[in-house]
């Protein structure tokens, strides 16, 4: 299940009470289902942490940060199911990279 098409998404209004936010290990943030053993379950929202490159423009500094981003099914704490990864950018644009089902964090091919 998908919440709405990622652009509108407010981190504090969507926070329910059987949801977790989690910075994970590798800097990264996910809000979401976990199940007791802290592992990404059931639906959630995946932000790898944010990488700064680009050419230094003052007027547009937002346009240098960057992350990735996956919104759908985890199970066993990879993606599983249906799921959309962007790629995004501070200034606000989203590249669609995938959207489609998942098994075992690989993407599956189109028939």
Not at 52 to 67: C, E, L, V
Not at 85 to 106: I, P
Request: proline letters at 3%; a negative charge.
């Amino acid at each position: 299940m998908i919440l709405g098409n990622g652009d509108d998404l407010d981190w504090v209004d969507w926070c329910w009470s059987y949801t977790e936010s989690a910075k994970m290990s590798d800097g990264s943030f996910y809000k979401g289902y976990l199940n007791r053993f802290g592992k990404r379950t059931g639906t959630g929202i995946w932000r790898s942490p944010i990488t700064i490159f680009g050419a230094y423009d003052p007027q547009n500094i937002k346009s240098m940060f960057h992350w990735t981003e996956y919104e759908g099914v985890w199970k066993n704490d990879l993606p599983n199911g249906y799921g959309v990864l962007r790629s995004c950018c501070g200034d606000g644009t989203k590249r669609l990279d995938y959207e489609g089902v998942w098994v075992d964090g690989n993407q599956q091919e189109r028939q």
